[in-house]
């Protein structure tokens, strides 16, 4: 026997599929050269090449033991880790969401991994900042490179593949990138920083009587300052702890005041890290008793698990709904598990991080698209290695490689925020996490004050354990809600600019009795569109079929869709008249008008124009919280599960525009955010107030709201539903075809139409343009499929849909057209 049998013989030749980042439908096979078949595993990242010259990180998803017939394999250029980064319920959890969501595993690993995992020919690399790295110990090549971002300043993997003339450079990045001293994709700059208040204490030397009598004394030439001593003297007597604000709450001083006082040493700051709740509610401190309502929901819950993996807690706002959370968290951690805390936006995990903070201190962590993709990475390895033993974040989270997962709490269940609309996948937390629940054997709650339809259905069916909170914790009452007719008080003329009278009032009111009030506008920017007054002439994008929005803080006029900008228009460029007006009003409008209505309040705006960058929404809530503000008007985010104590007023500015949304869901949407904004009110021990303004005051969906009648907008919906076949009732499987010809576009869809109506029938609807039918210059037709649940196997209505697609592409005629597939949309 030859020696290159032997050889063979004993070293197996192996193969791999790999998982690439990429839009492609399968999975590629690669060879791995002997050397590596004892370090090769599932879930490691390995480097390929694929095309002609490009360079990948890809997951290994399988190992085979033979070639592939259709192409020679390729050896693998390197293996990047020493373990696992996925492990095997990451890839059930990826298998699953690329069957039922429609779309190939590559874009699923393109959302679920951190982009400093995925590396590729094009992924920028910079130098890190970190002070006290020593060059000195690094391999040559590793100097080589540090040196080249010295004077480059950025460089792509494919640069560096040039500097150092070989392909497998990823390991050496790797380690460059764990010992710091590099950073992919971008700089790191802060990281989670917890809120700090500045307490006031007064000075040693004056501690006893005669030390205030001299103080005061010596202060009679400087009355501001007397005022604000004996201010902090009074409030001494009922506070622990004293704010600058505080003093200026209770006299006429100003900060200035507070600071002299400090610079002559008279005041000492004490800086602490605090709660944004501290102080203010029962759920802060780690010691909390429920009370009786609580404690049966807690025993329901418990009960429901025990046959179950799936509870509904239906809630009110303010019920102490977090703190069951907290409790079922501690347990699962006792029992050695892991929890998962989903909330659907990152704003929330702004406020609750503190709070849970309190009760798991270093063993929680935060994971959200605002964080750098190196800190995204850094907490991915800490999930993997088990130092994190609960994780509150959005929707991304569900990516995360729990090994021990024990408890998902997915809170505000109904909000839309959970939905991924693009790119693909375009999946639900809330649904993927019930998946992720089922492969790793645990429990699942979805907490909602107002659940979504499908979420109660399945309930009331009997599917999920139900557990039901209504009553609010301690003392607070549900809000007082109030209509008012917007056509009214315009005849009474009763309307200040886009206030009514009560609302205007109740406005002065709460300042006067130093509370805040929250006012809702569901549009950002200044103006939604400008026209011309003498021939209609609307301002749009020259991108997309919307209009434009003026937005007074940059002073142009903004497409939402594209991000297209050019400035305000003073002449009309159809028929040349300066005749331009001003319609609607968006958040900036509505604070402009109440500066000028009242210019005495602090008015703070909390919208995404106000909140860009990564701590931009934590600096709005927190001023707010602080009282820095007397008013905050906002889009939805203002909805969404934030708690202010001193908030006594609610107005809702025109609540015409999310009932009358052209949307089967809309009057359920139209409920919830009104309601959930409504439950911004009172919180504490007084009651609040909610003033909503409306030109349709007798609509039934505002009548439920008043009456905190959840159960009968849900039997309204469900019977709309049935009859309209749509959830929970029917699937609905969304297909957007694009191109940049009109025409093509709506020829292509019709060709498609007609080969999903082959096998499914009156079930396909379309095509037909949607409400916004061009965005980025490509026009758009939509194909809705309509599949009932009963008698029905979805699986194979799905793959009939793929065969169909195939058949689609591989037509020329229809070459260049895009189509995306949204399962479960809206």
Not at 369 to 377: G, H, L, T
Not at 550 to 565: A, D, E, R, V
Not at 611 to 631: N, P, Q, R, S
Not at 802 to 808: E, H, S, Y
Request: net charge neutral; charged share 25%.
């Amino acid at each position: 026997m030859s020696e290159a049998s032997l050889f063979h013989h004993d070293r197996e030749t192996l193969f791999v599929e790999v998982i690439l980042p990429l839009y492609i439908a399968k999975t590629y096979t690669y060879r791995v050269p002997a050397e590596w078949n004892e370090q090769i595993a599932v879930g490691k990242r390995v480097i390929i090449q694929f095309g002609r010259n490009k360079i990948y990180a890809a997951i290994v998803y399988r190992m085979v033991k033979e070639a592939p017939l259709q192409y020679e394999a390729k050896y693998i250029l390197n293996v990047i880790d020493d373990d696992p980064v996925v492990d095997a319920h990451q890839l059930a959890l990826w298998e699953w969401l690329s069957a039922y969501y429609m779309c190939y595993l590559g874009e699923v690993m393109q959302a679920a991994l951190p982009a400093a995992l995925k590396m590729a020919s094009e992924t920028k690399i910079v130098a890190s900042e970190q002070e006290g790295l020593d060059r000195n110990f690094l391999s040559d090549k590793g100097y080589m490179v540090m040196e080249a971002l010295d004077v480059a300043g950025e460089l792509t993997v494919n640069d560096i593949v040039k500097l150092l003339g070989q392909k497998s450079v990823f390991p050496l990045l790797k380690s460059l990138f764990d010992h710091g001293y590099i950073l992919i994709s971008e700089e790191i700059k802060d990281r989670f920083k917890p809120k700090r208040k500045s307490f006031l204490r007064l000075s040693k030397e004056f501690g006893d009587g005669e030390g205030i009598r001299g103080l005061l004394d010596s202060l009679n030439r400087a009355p501001k300052q007397q005022d604000a001593v004996l201010a902090f003297l009074q409030l001494r007597k009922t506070k622990a702890e004293i704010m600058r604000q505080d003093i200026m709450e209770l006299t006429a001083v100003g900060a200035g005041i507070i600071g002299s006082l400090i610079e002559k040493g008279v005041f000492e700051v004490d800086e602490k890290v605090v709660s944004r709740f501290a102080g203010e509610d029962l759920a802060i401190t780690t010691n909390f008793v429920f009370n009786a309502q609580q404690q049966r929901a807690f025993d329901e819950i418990k009960g429901f698990f025990e046959e179950r993996d799936v509870v509904l807690l239906h809630g009110v706002t303010a019920s102490g709904k977090t703190q069951l959370y907290i409790r079922l968290i501690e347990e699962a951690i006792a029992a050695g598990k892991n929890a998962l805390y989903l909330l659907p936006e990152i704003a929330l995990t702004t406020q609750i991080t503190d709070r849970l903070k309190l009760h798991f201190g270093d063993k929680l962590g935060v994971y959200h698209s605002k964080f750098n993709d190196n800190e995204r990475a850094e907490v991915w390895h800490k999930v993997l290695k088990g130092e994190f033993k609960v994780v509150v974040g959005a929707r991304s989270s569900v990516f995360l490689p729990f090994n021990n997962l024990g408890l998902i709490v997915v809170d505000e269940e109904h909000e839309s925020s959970y939905k991924q609309y693009d790119p693909a996948p375009r999946y639900h937390a809330r649904d993927t996490a019930i998946y992720l629940g089922h492969v790793h054997q645990a429990k699942v709650l979805l907490g909602s004050a107002t659940p979504s339809i499908e979420s109660y259905y399945n309930a009331k069916a009997g599917k999920y354990g139900f557990v039901e909170l209504k009553e609010r914790f301690g003392e607070a009452k549900l809000p007082e809600i109030q209509v008012i007719n917007i056509a009214e008080e315009g005849r009474k003329d009763q309307m200040f600019s886009y206030f009514s009278g009560a609302l205007l009032q109740g406005i002065t009111d709460a300042l006067e009795r130093k509370e805040q009030v929250i006012l809702f506008q569901n549009r950002r920017g200044h103006t939604p569109f400008v026209q011309c007054s003498t021939c209609g002439w609307v301002a749009k994008c020259v991108n997309c079929d919307v209009s434009l929005t003026y937005h007074k803080s940059s002073n142009h006029l903004h497409c939402h869709y594209c991000g297209h900008m050019e400035p305000p228009i003073q002449v009309c460029p159809a028929c040349g008249m300066p005749h331009i007006e001003s319609k609607g009003f968006g958040t900036e409008r509505v604070e402009e008008e109440l500066e000028l209505l009242l210019p005495a309040a602090r008015i703070g705006r909390l919208d995404l124009d106000s909140t860009k960058g990564k701590y931009g929404f934590d600096k709005v809530i927190t001023a707010f919280d602080d009282h820095e503000f007397d008013v905050l008007i906002g889009t939805q985010m203002v909805a969404k599960g934030l708690d202010f104590g001193r908030v006594s007023l609610i107005g809702i500015i025109n609540a015409d525009a999310m009932i009358n949304f052209p949307d089967f869901r809309a009057y359920e949407r139209a409920f919830s955010l009104f309601s959930q904004v409504a439950g911004r009110a009172g919180r504490r021990e007084k009651e609040g107030r909610v003033i909503v303004q409306t030109h349709t005051p007798n609509h039934r969906v505002l009548e439920q709201v008043i009456e905190h009648n959840y159960e009968g907008m849900f039997m309204t919906e469900v019977k709309e539903r049935k009859n309209y076949q749509y959830p929970p009732f029917y699937r609905l499987i969304k297909m957007d075809i694009r191109h940049t010809d009109m025409q093509y576009a709506h020829d292509g869809a019709s060709r498609l139409a007609s080969l999903l109506r082959a096998n499914l029938g009156s079930r396909v609807l379309g095509p037909e343009p949607p409400l916004i039918s061009r965005v980025r210059n490509h026009f758009i037709q939509t194909i809705t499929l309509k599949i009932e649940r009963n008698n029905v196997s979805i699986a194979k209505v799905k793959e009939f849909i793929r065969q169909a697609i195939v058949q689609f592409e591989i037509d020329k005629s229809n070459k260049g057209i895009r189509i995306s597939i949204d399962v479960d949309p809206y």
